[in-house]
């Protein structure tokens, strides 16, 4: 079981007609913003698998697929701000967006308006832990925490009440796009407290990423 997360930059080799050949045994996609529609179906096509993903600050709420249709939503995927949903034993979350630096672009947030973006996150998260003994498996969202992978400038600043999030709800992993990587040394993937924290600009590749095969949730 493979997981490939995607995020800001349609990557030529991905975007190609035998990449589930390239790529195989990948079983769910994950989406962490700033990529156009049709980019995102043609990867559920290629692979034939489920995607769950959030927008980005650039996404626009109607986008065009392929065919010139105007889409409100990635056909065949899940929209995954403000839920959480369960894939195969695995607990997913999701929240979308950047700092708001702009009042003309939709998915950007304050930290107080993000933090009432998560709240219908908190019942399904209490309930995942009296049903599986935990509260999450993997937060997905655009922006990364504050003063973890993130920028000095606002548009790029990360988000203060992640880190609660992070503390409170001990995902195993945080999936974030949104910072862009130019050279090898930027860092990318940084432990807080018991979450890995991973920028997947512009992809990522996870085998077995979970340990979940061998502990029988996959």
Request: glycine content about 8%; overall charge neutral; some cysteine.
């Amino acid at each position: 079981m493979r997981v490939l997360a995607v995020s800001d930059l349609v990557v030529d080799h991905l975007y190609v007609s035998d990449v589930h050949k390239k790529y195989p045994e990948v079983g769910l996609l994950i989406g962490c913003g700033d990529l156009p529609f049709y980019y995102l179906e043609f990867l559920i096509s290629a692979f034939n698998v489920p995607l769950v993903y959030v927008r980005g600050n650039h996404d626009d709420r109607l986008q065009y697929a392929a065919d010139g249709r105007v889409l409100d939503h990635v056909p065949g995927g899940i929209d995954l701000h403000g839920k959480a949903v369960e894939f195969k034993g695995v607990l997913l979350a999701g929240l979308e967006g950047s700092m708001r630096y702009s009042a003309e672009r939709p998915f950007m947030y304050t930290d107080s308006e993000m933090r009432r973006e998560m709240l219908p996150l908190f019942t399904r998260l209490l309930w995942n832990k009296i049903k599986y003994g935990r509260y999450l498996d993997i937060l997905v969202t655009h922006s990364p925490p504050f003063g973890i992978h993130d920028r000095p400038d606002r548009p790029h600043t990360g988000f203060r009440v992640f880190l609660s999030f992070l503390h409170a709800f001990k995902p195993r992993y945080m999936l974030h796009g949104h910072i862009h990587i130019h050279r090898q040394r930027d860092q990318h993937i940084t432990q807080f407290e018991e979450t890995t924290i991973i920028n997947v600009y512009p992809y990522y590749l996870f085998d077995d990423p979970f340990g979940l095969m061998e502990n029988g949730r996959f």
